[in-house]
């Protein structure tokens, strides 16, 4: 069953605390990309990543990191430098050549 | 710069057609999306329109494309309690695959 997997469903952070959210996929897509979706504002870009060992900032790449080590596979690290962390992160991917994007089902976060 | 423009609400009752609306400013875009949110969901791809169509039919959804004007909408005929959700709408800009989103439509359904 081919499609996109983002794990934890929930996710809770402490102050001061790195959390990584997983995001694989098995379409055998090439680009990869981080979404944060507050309500009101639709989604804005964190990263992106086209090819593995190469990735991108979005708009607001501020407070996260990430790696592409596996096509697969391309995990968001919310920092302790996100001050607002909690959100709705949402993961998709495309092919190449095209710009049409896949969604994941969505890991919210929420601080302690 | 790139924007893309939405209504937030649309209430309509079951068995009437939605019609959700959307404007763009890119005119080299070359691909138009729909996508929809259910709560607590991520985006399911409705439906697309390549930049040299005008219309495009799926079962219940037509999408019409104004070049012209960067205006696309998205027609729901015989809407279901079931199609509430959010609607985005998005465009390529050919700028590293990159999309522009509107803020989403939120579509209810009323018995």
């Known amino acids: 069953d081919g499609g996109i997997t983002q794990s934890p469903k929930y996710l809770f952070r402490k102050e001061g605390q790195n959390v990584t959210l997983s995001c694989e996929q098995n379409?055998?897509?090439?680009?990869m990309y981080w979404y944060r979706q507050d309500p009101g504002q639709g989604l804005r870009l964190i990263y992106y990543s086209q090819i593995v060992n190469d990735f991108q900032k979005g708009d607001i790449a501020e407070g996260y990191s990430v790696s592409r080590e596996k096509k697969e596979s391309f995990p968001l690290t919310v920092t302790s430098a996100q001050k607002n962390p909690t959100a709705f992160y949402l993961c998709?991917?495309?092919?190449?050549?095209?710009?049409?994007?896949?969604f994941g089902p969505g890991t919210r976060l929420l601080v302690l | 710069g790139e924007d893309v423009e939405q209504s937030l609400f649309l209430s309509v009752r079951e068995g009437d057609s939605s019609v959700i609306n959307c404007t763009y400013t890119?005119?080299?875009?070359?691909?138009l999306y729909w996508y929809k949110q259910e709560p607590g969901a991520g985006l399911q791809l409705l439906t697309y329109?390549?930049?040299n169509m005008d219309m495009k039919q799926d079962q219940r959804l037509t999408v019409l494309l104004n070049k012209k004007d960067k205006h696309l909408s998205l027609r729901i005929a015989d809407t279901q309690t079931g199609d509430s959700a959010i609607y985005f709408c998005?465009?390529?800009?050919?700028?590293?695959?990159?999309?522009?989103w509107g803020l989403g439509t939120s579509l209810a359904v009323n018995p």
């Open positions: 890119d005119s080299s875009s070359t691909y």
């Open positions: 329109i390549f930049s």
């Open positions: 379409l055998n897509h090439d680009a």
């Open positions: 998709a991917s495309s092919t190449l050549g095209s710009e049409t994007q896949y």
């Open positions: 998005a465009e390529n800009t050919g700028n590293n695959r990159k999309l522009i």
